[in-house]
C-alpha cells in the first residue's frame, strides 16, 4: 500500500512559478512510477506528465517547456515545478503511483493522492 500527499498548491499569477510535491509512504518508492495529472472545472482528468523508476521523464504537449518533474528517492517524494504558469493550468492537481514503468492512462495508476488546487490568475 502507498499513500501519497500533495503539498504546494495555490494562487499565482500568470507567469509565475509553483512548485507541488507528493511525499509517498512506504519503502519501495524508488521502484515506482510516478505520475501528475491534473482536473479543471468542469473538465475531465488529464495526463500532465510522468517520471519512472529511472527517473525518465514525459510530458504532455501543453505543459513542455514550462513543467518539470523530478524525484528523491531518499525523501520518498516526487516534485512538479511549473513555471510560466497560465490560466489554462488552473486545477486540481493530484500525484499517483504505479509499478515501474510510466503511463500517460490514469487506469493504469493503483495509488492516488487527495490533490492540491493551482489557481492562476490572468
Known amino acids: 500500500q502507498v499513500q501519497l500527499v500533495e503539498s504546494g498548491g495555490g494562487l499565482v499569477q500568470a507567469g509565475g512559478s509553483l512548485r507541488l510535491s507528493c511525499a509517498a509512504s512506504g519503502r519501495t518508492f524508488s521502484n515506482y512510477a510516478m505520475g501528475w495529472f491534473r482536473q479543471a472545472p468542469g473538465k475531465e482528468r488529464e495526463f500532465v506528465g510522468a517520471?519512472?523508476?529511472?527517473?525518465?521523464?514525459y510530458y504532455a504537449d501543453s505543459v513542455k517547456g514550462r513543467f518539470t518533474i523530478s524525484r528523491d528517492n531518499a525523501k520518498n517524494t516526487v516534485y512538479l515545478q511549473m513555471n510560466s504558469l497560465k490560466p489554462e493550468d488552473t486545477a486540481v492537481y493530484y500525484c499517483?503511483?504505479?509499478?515501474?514503468?510510466?503511463?500517460?492512462?490514469?487506469?493504469?495508476?493503483?495509488?492516488w493522492g487527495q490533490g492540491t488546487q493551482v489557481t492562476v490568475s490572468s
Open positions: 499517483a503511483a504505479r509499478a515501474r514503468l510510466l503511463s500517460v492512462t490514469e487506469n493504469d495508476y493503483d495509488y
Open positions: 517520471i519512472d523508476w529511472g527517473s525518465r521523464t
